[in-house]
């Protein structure tokens, strides 16, 4: 998959500059120095410098930092290409070297730019203890998988689903007679034995499924646009093709590879999904106690909010 990873944010530069100034008074000191003491039995891999230069270092410890930001989902297949990891550890870099030279310049002093570190750094840390509460409230596999089963005992109306049917498909786009022409050409190929994936792949104008030998995957009535729908329901047997079907994207010929009645979804197939539930919402819960019970030690000042609203109102 191919992912384009996104340039740093104006907050992760405030990040950066606030390693630089927090605990390090010499700006061209390695940034080595800004790691925690207490790691000495790190992995190798993510201590070791990836790039270099000016008295900085980006580590793999940088690169995994700055990789929250992609998607839990493509992450890991971004962070095994070697091009990828060596692109974001020289953005690193830059980024790091403009915090260096905004600290020599001074710019970390001004008020604003304090604040902004500020924030940027308690957000790093709030994110972090964050992630250790979850960590000691979410509970294991099998106590949310008992859970979940309660789950779905206590609530079977939550897991019916209407009928639905997998099947696939092949497109001849066009409205023209040329193109109803070979759409009936392409029926009489597969009634006569010819492999229906391999000519999705090779003929079908829906280049996403045709990828998949024309698989659409299950879907239940109202996915669909009328026409299609109404050919894909009339099947009735796994393999079996519907005539030529005329919709707005062209023509379409199709095979029911499974049709599946009303019911109730059976446990294992809900599972995982219940457990992850169940997990996220044990955590969500416990970082909203924390978060109220911190808030009550906060005291607001009425006057001080009114005079920054008032401030910011009489701004252009």
């Not at 070697?82 to 974001?88: D, L």
């Not at 026409?227 to 009735?236: D, I, M, S, W, Y």
């Not at 992850?276 to 906060?298: G, P, Y």
Request: hydrophobic share 45%; charged share 25%; proline share 4%.
């Amino acid at each position: 998959m191919t992912v384009s990873i996104q340039r740093m944010s104006a907050v992760s530069l405030v990040l950066a500059v606030s390693l630089l100034g927090s605990g390090v008074q010499a700006a061209d000191k390695s940034a080595k120095a800004a790691q925690p003491a207490a790691q000495p039995s790190a992995e190798p891999a993510a201590s070791a410098a990836l790039v270099e230069g000016k008295g900085l270092a980006i580590t793999g410890f940088d690169i995994q930092a700055d990789a929250q930001r992609i998607p839990p989902e493509v992450r890991n297949s971004i962070l095994v290409r070697p091009t990828n990891v060596q692109r974001m550890a020289s953005d690193l870099f830059v980024f790091r070297r403009m915090a260096q030279m905004a600290h020599e310049q001074g710019l970390d002093r001004d008020p604003k730019v304090k604040a902004a570190m500020q924030v940027a750094r308690d957000r790093a840390l709030a994110e972090a203890w964050m992630a250790a509460l979850d960590e000691k409230n979410r509970p294991d596999v099998a106590s949310a998988e008992k859970q979940a089963r309660s789950l779905y005992l206590a609530k079977p109306e939550r897991f019916k689903v209407d009928e639905s049917v997998h099947v696939r498909h092949i497109l001849i786009g066009g409205k023209d007679a040329d193109a109803r022409a070979a759409a009936d050409k392409l029926l009489e190929e597969l009634k006569g034995g010819a492999d229906f994936a391999a000519l999705a792949k090779e003929r079908s104008s829906d280049k996403g499924s045709g990828a998949r030998g024309g698989d659409l995957g299950f879907f239940e009535r109202g996915r669909m646009v009328p026409e299609f729908e109404k050919a894909a329901f009339a099947l009735k047997q796994p393999g079996e093709l519907s005539g030529v079907v005329e919709s707005q994207f062209g023509f379409h010929v199709i095979q029911l590879v499974e049709l599946r009645p009303a019911g109730t979804k059976p446990f294992e197939e809900v599972r995982d999904e219940l457990v992850k539930e169940i997990q996220a919402s044990a955590t969500q819960n416990a970082r909203s106690v924390a978060a109220e019970t911190i808030r009550q030690d906060a005291k607001t000042n009425d006057a001080a909010v009114e005079a920054f609203v008032s401030g910011n109102t009489s701004k252009p």
